[in-house]
Structures are given as structure tokens and as C-alpha cells.
């Protein structure tokens, strides 16, 4: 006897909705994405009991003819694509055709809709594929859809939902995904009679505003700098947090074509753009969207996934990490020190472009009362473990101190309470010293400044060497007697392909047998004794980055390098190696933290200080 049959529909459709439809969240989804491909300008959202009992979506689309509305819930119905090509021009949400047909699988679904033209609407009723009734009906233009008892006759799905407190919460994220991208749209969230949200139409900052601001009850948008960059391959646009807004709970979300989107690699770009800014458990929140031609992603993105493969992610990775570092770059040339009270207390920086505020204090660092002539001579090989001055890097390093370099920025609008002005006096005299060889204290305007030697030195040199991976200016070291060191496979694999950084950064390495290597040259600030351990730190580094991102691994090498070279806790600075090591660390765009978000800089406030004499 044959024993193959083909499933009744009712059947195939109720196991394809348990791919498609997992929770009311992604009913919603797949309902309100219909609404909005159907050029709704108006969606309302009404959900009982989390959407296990009801779940309704209307809105004033297009409506469907009394024969669409019945095709509709046929699997594989869609008006959307007619052949394979289309697949790749999509601008609809939907194109599968699933959804429908999967809904009305597990659950009561009604449905009324009514076209412009059409004088009369249809009604529909199904419930477990079943049609239980059709005929004409009276209402609106568009579209009202409810499903009721979701998973009525699937009881292990039913088991498996979560609270409705947690469903209630996964309707709302899958409801800001969208809301996020469809601005112009009117949506309204109502769960068991409350309106728990009324987005009008508006801006995308404003609907970012409508759908987080209100409970903070300052402006949310408020904390963000723009960002857009426009090229061939794609455009990049939106908002990201400013770097002292961040915190242990961030808003990230990113966009593609008007879709919301997972995208774990193009986050750490994001994130590599914020080195240095934040503190190691700390995240920015940020709002991104990308436009790119549909061809260029892939299409057959699985209704329940959200997560999206593009031709050409390295390069997106490139525009998005510069973009966003260029929009906080402008931001950061006045950073804040403290997180709580913003601009209260800004730290010190140099001028390297006119775009700086004007400052308003300078001090000549080469001015000191006590050794009014005698200035000691260049100090010996300390030098060497700065950057040398560039010519875009306005005096980093240099053995004078030109005495309008080093500047205070100060908020005009700053007002010290009258007894405070007493411990504003200018440093202009200012003179660091270093505390239990770990720490470099210089009174600024407004307090006085803490420094970790060790870390600030950490964050130049990362600068330092990532600048020279990119414009190729490293001073190398040749080894009188070669260090051959042994390595494993992987470690030899990883070598060839990061040889050329390693290159750039003054390394000359060559294979000496087929599982080691000879180090016959080093940077120039390494020196030759730790040659083999940095070498070994490097490769761990970056084989635990774990990535084929040459960018990415960069940022490693530098880092692990920059770890190796620093100037260690516990060693004495003279007065002028503090000098040359808070100058080139003032220079950089920022340093209040390390790359790997250590704290470098603190200011103790005059505030702070006088309230300890209280
Ligand atoms: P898909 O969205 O992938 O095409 P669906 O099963 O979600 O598949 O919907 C099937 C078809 O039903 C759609 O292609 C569309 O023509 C029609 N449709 C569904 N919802 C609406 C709506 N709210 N307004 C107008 N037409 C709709
Ligand atoms: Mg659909």
C-alpha cells in the first residue's frame, strides 16, 4: 500500500505558522507591516490580555476587493511580487504571502474591508483555516483585522507563551521597531481599554521623542548628534547618543530601508567610534537608519529574523564607524568630565583648529617662579616615548611648549559662587605633581585635575600607533641579534595576515622555520627585551577579536602594543616628562578614558573641595 498523502491546508498551514507566528508580537508585526504596505497613514492597535484573547489592527489602507480578501489567507496569496526578479527590487515589508494563511491557522480571525470605490465592504470569517462566513458589510475605507484566541487549537504553543506582562512587553518592542520607522504614520496602542500610546505623525525625532522622552521628562532627543553620510554603496543617517548620556541600559536600534534590523557587526562599529569616551560598562544609545539598494541585502530574510546580510559589510563598516566618530569628534571638542552635571566642568584641551571655543585662560607652562631662567635641558630619552610633533598635530611632544598650546576651555556661562573665586585662581603658573608614582595632579580652572600616568600614557600611544598603521611613519629598531620566537599554526596563519600592520608599526619579522619566526626589528619605542612578549600579546589579542576586520584587528594591535610600551605605575616623572605627557594627552580629540573604557582624568571640583572643609 503507498503510504504518502499530502497534508490537508489546514494542516500545512498550521505547522508553516508555527514558523511565522511564534507570539502575538509577531502577529502584530505581520499585521501592522500589511497595514503599512497597504499605505495606511493611520494604524490603531488594540490588544486584549497581552493579545492571547484579542488582537485588532485597523487602519485606512487601500482595503481589499471581496475576492482579495478571500484570496488573502490562501498560502503563498500576495500582491507584492509576482516573479523570482522582484525579489530583488522589494519595497514592501511583506512578500511571502505566509502570513495570513498562518493566522488564520491558529486562531479566530474577522476581518472587514472596504476599497475607496467600493460602496459596500466585505466581511470575512475564518477560524482554523476554515471559512465560517463572508458576505458584505458596512464599514470604513480600509482595513480592520481581528484575531481572537490566538493558538486556540495549538495548546503547546499556548503553554509556551510567557506571562502577559512579557508579552505585553514583546508586543511593545515589536511595535517600536516599526513605529520608529514609519514617523508620518498615526499609531495608537491600546491594551485592555488603555491607551498606552498615541504616536502622532511627525518627524523622526519627534517620534523617537513621543515613543522615549516622556518619562525622563527632559528632552530625549536632546542627548543626540546627528549623523549622515551619503555614498554609492549606501546612506547612512540618524542619531547617536552623546557620550555622556550613556549608561548601563541604552536604545539601539538600527534600520534598513525602513526596517528594523539586528545587526551585531555593524554595532561594534558603532561602539569602536565611542573608544576612549565611555567607561568600560557603558553603552550609547543610537537610532540609525540605512538606505541601500534592496539588491545589495539579502532578500529572503526569514519573517521571524531580524537579522540582515549586505554585499558589502566591511566597507558599511568603514562609513558607519567614521561617520558616527566624525559627528561625536565635533561634539567632543568641549567634553564634559562629569556625567551627572553636563558642561558644569569641562576638561582642559588644546586648540587645534579655529573651530574651538575661544578659550580664555592660557598659561605658559615654561614660566616658573622658582627657576625663573634656568629651564632644565630637554630630558634625556624621555621623548622618544611621545609622538613627535606632525604637522597636524599642533605641538605633541615638542621640547617647547609653545605658552598659548595648552588651554583651558571655560564655559563663559560658569559662575562660581563667591567663596569658589577663591579657589578659581588661574593656574597659570600651574605646576603638576605627581602623587605615589602612579598619579599626575594640576589644578585647573574649576578643580584639580587627576591623571593616571599609566592609562593616559596608554590612550597617546594607542593614538599614536594607530595613526602610524595609517600614514606609515614608524620608527623601527633594527635587533642586533634577531629573537626567533616559536608560534602554533594559528598563531603563524594570523601573523601573515596582519604582517603589513605589523610592518607599519616598525616590526620586521621574518619566518625562520615553518613554525617560528625571527623578530629582526622592533618599534623604535619597544626596545628589544620584551620584543617576543609583545609579539605573543598581540597575536592573543587579536585572535580573541575574533574578526576578519582589518580596521578592527588595527585598534587591537594598537592597544596591545600602546599596553606593553606605557610608562608603568610606579615610576618617578620629572616635571617636564608631566609636562610633555599631559600635553600630548590634552591634544587628543578625547582621553577621559582609555580605548578599552578605563578612566584616565577626573576633575575633584572646587565645589567638591570645599565641601570637605564644610
Ligand atoms: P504578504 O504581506 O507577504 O503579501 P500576507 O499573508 O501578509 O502576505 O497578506 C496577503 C495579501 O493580503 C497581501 O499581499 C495584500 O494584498 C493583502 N492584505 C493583507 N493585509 C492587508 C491590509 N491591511 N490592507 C490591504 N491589503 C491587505
Ligand atoms: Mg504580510
Known amino acids: 500500500m503507498d503510504i504518502i498523502h499530502l497534508l490537508p491546508d489546514s494542516v500545512a498551514n498550521q505547522i508553516a505558522a508555527g514558523e511565522v507566528i511564534q507570539r502575538p508580537a509577531s502577529c502584530l508585526k505581520e499585521l501592522v507591516e500589511n497595514s503599512l504596505d497597504a499605505g495606511a497613514t493611520d494604524i490603531q492597535i488594540i490588544v486584549r490580555d497581552a493579545g492571547r484573547t484579542l488582537l485588532q489592527v485597523i487602519d485606512n489602507g487601500s482595503g481589499m476587493s471581496d475576492t482579495d480578501a478571500r484570496m488573502a489567507f490562501e498560502r503563498h496569496a500576495t500582491s507584492k511580487i509576482k516573479e523570482a526578479n522582484d525579489l530583488f527590487s522589494l519595497h514592501t515589508m511583506g512578500f511571502r504571502g505566509e502570513a495570513l494563511a498562518s493566522i488564520c491557522a491558529v486562531a479566530h480571525v474577522e476581518v472587514q474591508t472596504r476599497r475607496k470605490e467600493d460602496e459596500m465592504g466585505t466581511l470575512i470569517e475564518i477560524a482554523g483555516s476554515n471559512v465560517v462566513r463572508q458576505e458584505p458589510c458596512q464599514c470604513s475605507v480600509g482595513t480592520n483585522f481581528r484575531v481572537r484566541n490566538l493558538f486556540y487549537n495549538v495548546p503547546a504553543r499556548r503553554k509556551f507563551l510567557k506571562t502577559d506582562q512579557t508579552e505585553l512587553r514583546n508586543l511593545r518592542t515589536e511595535f517600536n521597531h516599526i513605529v520608529l520607522v514609519y514617523p508620518h504614520v498615526h499609531f495608537t496602542f491600546v491594551s485592555n481599554d488603555e491607551i498606552l500610546l498615541d504616536l502622532p505623525a511627525g518627524s523622526d525625532k519627534q517620534r523617537i521623542e513621543n515613543v ?150 592660557s598659561f605658559d607652562p615654561t614660566y616658573n617662579p622658582f627657576r625663573p631662567t634656568s629651564r632644565p635641558s630637554a630630558p634625556s630619552s624621555w621623548e622618544t616615548l611621545y609622538p613627535q610633533p606632525t604637522t597636524d598635530n599642533i605641538g605633541a611632544g615638542s621640547h617647547t611648549i609653545p605658552s598659548d598650546t595648552l588651554q583651558h576651555f571655560w564655559d563663559d556661562t560658569h559662575e ?31 578643580g584639580l585635575l587627576f591623571i593616571n600616568q599609566h ?160
Open 416 to 446: 562660581n559662587s563667591h567663596e569658589e573665586t577663591l579657589f578659581t585662581a588661574t593656574p597659570s603658573d600651574a605646576t603638576p605633581i605627581q602623587y605615589a608614582d602612579r598619579y599626575i595632579l594640576i589644578p585647573v580652572i574649576g
Open 212 to 361: 522615549f522622552g516622556k518619562s525622563s521628562g527632559k528632552s530625549f532627543t536632546g542627548q543626540f548628534v546627528d549623523i549622515h553620510s551619503s555614498t554609492d554603496l549606501i546612506s547612512i543617517r540618524g542619531f547617536v547618543g552623546k557620550p555622556e548620556t550613556a549608561g548601563r541600559n541604552a536604545e539601539q536600534y538600527f534600520f534598513v530601508n525602513g526596517r528594523y534590523m539586528r545587526h551585531p557587526y555593524f554595532h561594534k562599529a558603532v561602539l569602536n567610534a565611542y573608544a576612549g569616551m565611555l567607561p568600560a560598562d557603558y553603552a550609547p544609545s543610537y537610532f540609525i537608519y540605512f538606505t541601500i539598494n534592496p539588491s545589495a541585502i539579502d532578500v529572503n530574510i526569514h519573517p521571524t529574523k531580524t537579522e540582515i546580510k549586505f554585499a558589502d559589510e566591511q566597507a558599511i563598516f568603514q562609513i558607519l564607524m567614521s561617520s558616527v566618530r566624525e559627528s561625536l569628534g565635533k561634539f567632543n571638542l568641549t567634553p564634559s568630565i562629569d556625567f551627572d552635571r553636563e558642561g558644569e566642568i569641562e576638561m582642559p584641551t588644546l586648540t587645534t583648529d579655529n573651530k574651538a571655543h575661544a578659550p580664555k585662560v
Open 455 to 614: 592609562r593616559a600614557h596608554i590612550t597617546i600611544l594607542y593614538h599614536r600607533f594607530l595613526e602610524q598603521m595609517h600614514s606609515n611613519q614608524a620608527v623601527s629598531q633594527q635587533l642586533l641579534f634577531p629573537d626567533v620566537v616559536e608560534l602554533s599554526a594559528d598563531e603563524i596563519s594570523l601573523i601573515e595576515s596582519i604582517s603589513d600592520d605589523l610592518h607599519l608599526l616598525g616590526f620586521d619579522l621574518q619566518q625562520f622555520s615553518k613554525q617560528s619566526y625571527s623578530i629582526c626589528g622592533v618599534p623604535a619605542l619597544l626596545g628589544n627585551d620584551n620584543a617576543a612578549t609583545a609579539l605573543r600579546n598581540i597575536l592573543q589579542a587579536v585572535r580573541d577579536t575574533n574578526t576578519s576586520v582589518q580596521q578592527e584587528w588595527q585598534t587591537k594591535i594598537a592597544l596591545s602594543l600602546a599596553h606593553e610600551v606605557a610608562i608603568p605605575y610606579g615610576k618617578t616623572l620629572s616635571e617636564d616628562e608631566m609636562r610633555t605627557l599631559l600635553q600630548s594627552l590634552f591634544a587628543l580629540p578625547s582621553y577621559q578614558f582609555t580605548p578599552n573604557g578605563k578612566r584616565v582624568a577626573f576633575i575633584l571640583t572646587d565645589n567638591e573641595i570645599t565641601k570637605k572643609f564644610l
